[in-house]
């Protein structure tokens, strides 16, 4: 088990840009598929994208392609997200979660990863 923090959530306007991190307290993540889901008020959980263990596949959900860039940090043991071109249904609270031995098929399933961060706040004002 690992213990997820996430930072650098915040409010900013439509069209900026947010870079999310989420590190693992007193460890490192590269044995770990790491991935990033995000929940609106009313709204389910949903997935946002996922960086795989040995081999950094990288998976995202439709709504954020090309926008958002998922990336794992070595150097600061963390995996960052990247968000680009903000838009105000971006709002939301933003989870990463981490798990091994997760197969491709069960990437964008928010309960297949056992360990969760507390979660950082991203609203976008339009």
């Known amino acids: 088990q690992v213990q997820l923090v996430e930072s650098g959530g915040g409010t900013v306007k439509a069209g900026d840009s947010l870079r999310l991190s989420c590190a693992a307290s007193?460890?490192?993540?590269?044995?770990?598929?790491v991935g990033w889901f995000r929940q609106a008020p009313g709204k389910e959980r949903e997935f946002v994208a996922t960086i795989k263990n040995y081999g950094d596949s990288k998976y995202y959900a439709d709504s954020v392609k090309g926008r958002f860039t998922i990336a794992r940090d070595n150097a600061k043991k963390t995996v960052v997200l990247q968000m680009s071109t903000l838009k105000p249904e971006d709002t939301a609270v933003y989870y990463c979660?981490?798990?091994?031995?997760?197969?491709?098929?069960?990437?964008?399933?928010?309960?297949?990863?056992?360990?969760w961060g507390q979660g950082t706040q991203v609203t976008v004002s339009s």
């Open positions: 979660a981490a798990g091994t031995g997760l197969i491709t098929s069960s990437l964008r399933d928010g309960a297949r990863y056992p360990d």
């Open positions: 007193g460890g490192t993540l590269y044995r770990h598929t």
